[in-house]
């Protein structure tokens, strides 16, 4: 499975914003971007650059695909389905990446990131609808009713997440089981996805 492996805190600071890759460090004053807010490298923080349109466009772009850990080639595969989805392609777009795998389980507070969620989906944790699935990127859909597996739940990675992590459960999934298992109540609404992302931008950029 392709992903990137490199240093996260520097993907942070080149959108110079909190992506929270890195889980509860990000609140802490660790944070890189706290004491270095600049794009990284030699020249990031006297490089000023021009703001284009075509680089608006880009950043969102870049931005979706690191928040959510996905590649480019498969960032595009995302788009050209939301694209022949009805509805608005870019909430299409967005909607389809909250119902991954490995995001539910970020969302359930089992991992303190997405992917600290997505090593226990490959690890098989993880069940969907009673049977173990190790994609990270396989997508529930409505009614699925996602768990840890009994001896999962004795972890003590995950009884510390839910035990400290203060996020709240997305209006579009119901917590059950004392918070190990969640059931996909409905597809989510743009205004139920709290990322800060103009995804008309992407579909923009998409587009030429």
């Known amino acids: ?6 240093p996260v805190c520097r993907l942070c600071r080149r959108e110079k914003m909190k992506l929270f890759l890195k889980g509860p460090k990000c609140d802490t004053t660790k944070c890189p971007i706290e004491r270095r807010p600049y794009p990284p490298g030699a020249h990031g923080r006297d490089r000023a650059r021009q703001g ?6 880009l950043r969102e772009k870049q931005k979706a695909k690191r928040i959510y850990g996905v590649l480019e080639k498969q960032f595009r595969n995302y788009y050209e389905e939301a694209n ?6 870019g909430e299409n777009l ?3 990446l909250e119902l991954r795998l490995d995001n539910l389980v970020f969302r359930a507070n089992w991992g303190a990131s997405r992917s600290q969620a997505r090593q226990l989906v490959r690890h098989g944790h993880v069940l969907v609808n009673g049977r173990q699935v190790t994609i990270p990127s396989y997508r529930a859909r409505r009614g699925d009713v996602v768990s840890l597996k009994e001896r999962s739940r004795t972890m003590i990675v995950v009884r510390h997440n839910l ?11 119901d917590a059950g089981q ?4 969640v059931t996909v109540r409905d597809v989510p609404l743009r205004d139920q996805i709290d990322i800060p992302v103009r995804e008309s931008l992407i579909v923009e950029l998409f587009s030429k």
Do not use: V
């Open 1 to 6: 499975m392709a992903r990137y492996t490199g």
């Open 52 to 57: 284009s349109e075509y680089l608006s466009q």
């Open 84 to 89: 022949r989805q009805r509805g608005i392609t």
């Open 94 to 96: 967005l909607r389809m």
């Open 178 to 181: 004392e918070g190990f298992e």
């Open 163 to 173: 035990d400290t992590l203060g996020r709240s459960i997305p209006q579009w999934l």
